[in-house]
C-alpha cells in the first residue's frame, strides 16, 4: 500500500540526529517531505513555545524533489507551528510525524517529551500525528527494528485516520532486533517516577554512555570551581509504581513489545466532573 501525502516530520532530538534521518528514510516512499527540527537537542520540552517576543532563528538547509529540510533554534512545537504558519499555510501537512526519538516515551515520560509535544501541536490543528521513540539513548542506536516494522502501522493508522479534536498515537520500540519482538499491543500509559534525579554534573559521561555530545546540545559553556555554583544533572533512576497495571506501556516495552498509546490532550478528568455535581458544587447565582 502506498499512500501519496504531505508530510512534516520533526523530533526533539534535533535535525542532526540520526533518528530524525531515519525517519525520513522510511517516510520517503509516502510522499513529500517537509523536515523543520530543532537546531539543538530539546528533550524534556513538552508542549514549551518560544513566546513573549523571543528570537528565534530560522534556517532553510536543503530542497529536491520531494523533500525539503530546515531547522529552527526553537522547541519541537514551535517547529511544528512554524511549519503550519509559515510553510504550509494556507493548507496543512496531511499528518505530522514526530521522531525518532533516542529514548522511551513512554509512562510517565510522555508527560515531559518534547517528541510528544511536537505530535500534540499537530493534534491541536486536528492533523493525524504520530511520535516515534526506541528505547535506546545512543546517539548510534540501532533502528532497524522500525524500519522493518513501522512501515504497516504507518499505513493502518493513515488508512482511516481519525481526526477527533487532540487524538495522536505515541508509538514506543523496544532495544530489540525485529526478529526477536514479541508483537504489537495496544496499550495505556502506565504509571512511574524517578527517584534520585538530581546527580552531581559529569562532563564526561556523555562520552561514557556513547551520547550525543554537549555541543549538540547546545552547551557552550562548563562549570567553573571558581564561580562557588553546585551543578547537577537529572539522571535519576527510573521505577514503575506500584499499582501500575501489569499491561501498562512500559511494562509492556520491557518484555518485549511494540507499544501503541492512543493519546488525547482532553485530560479533563470526567468522573471528578460527576463526583463535584453530586456534592452540590453547580449553583445558580441569579
Known amino acids: 500500500m502506498q499512500l501519496i501525502m504531505k508530510i512534516l516530520v520533526t523530533n526533539d532530538d534535533g535535525y542532526n540526529s540520526l533518528g530524525i534521518k531515519t525517519l525520513v528514510n522510511i517516510l520517503r516512499p509516502y510522499g513529500e517531505l517537509t523536515i523543520v527540527a530543532p537546531k539543538y537537542h530539546q528533550s524534556g520540552m513538552s508542549m514549551a513555545v518560544n513566546l513573549g517576543h523571543k528570537p528565534m532563528a530560522v534556517k532553510k538547509l536543503s530542497e529536491t524533489e520531494g523533500e525539503r529540510w530546515w ?4 522547541t519541537p512545537s514551535s517547529c511544528v507551528k512554524y511549519a503550519i504558519d509559515n510553510i504550509y499555510f494556507p493548507e496543512k501537512p496531511d499528518v505530522v510525524v514526530s521522531g525518532i526519538n533516542h529514548g522511551i516515551n513512554a509512562g510517565s515520560c510522555a508527560l515531559y517529551s518534547g517528541t510528544i509535544g511536537a505530535a500534540s501541536e499537530a493534534a491541536i490543528a486536528r492533523i493525524p500525528s504520530i ?3 526506541l528505547d535506546d539513548f ?106 501500575t ?42
Open 71 to 74: 531547522y529552527m533554534d526553537a
Open 131 to 133: 511520535a516515534v521513540s
Open 138 to 243: 545512543r546517539k548510534d542506536a540501532d533502528f532497524s527494528n522500525i524500519e522493518a516494522l513501522f512501515p504497516d502501522i504507518f499505513e493502518k493508522i493513515l488508512s482511516n485516520p481519525d481526526r477527533r479534536y487532540g487524538l495522536l498515537y505515541n508509538i514506543n520500540f523496544p532495544k530489540l532486533p525485529a526478529d526477536r519482538i514479541k508483537g504489537v499491543r495496544v496499550t495505556h500509559l502506565g504509571r512511574m517516577h524517578w527517584d534520585k534525579e538530581f546527580q552531581p554534573f559529569d562532563p564526561d559521561i556523555y562520552e561514557k554512555k556513547g551520547l550525543r555530545p554537549l555541543e549538540d546540545l547546545g552547551v557552550t559553556w562548563r562549570p567553573l570551581p571558581e564561580d562557588g555554583e553546585e551543578v547537577f544533572a537529572m539522571v535519576g533512576d527510573m521505577v514503575n509504581d506500584p499499582d
Open 245 to 286: 497495571p501489569e499491561d501498562s506501556d512500559q511494562i509492556l516495552l520491557k518484555e518485549g513489545w511494540v507499544v501503541i498509546t492512543p493519546q488525547n490532550l482532553d485530560n479533563t478528568d470526567v468522573a471528578e466532573i460527576q463526583r463535584l455535581r453530586a456534592l452540590g458544587f453547580d449553583k445558580d447565582f441569579r
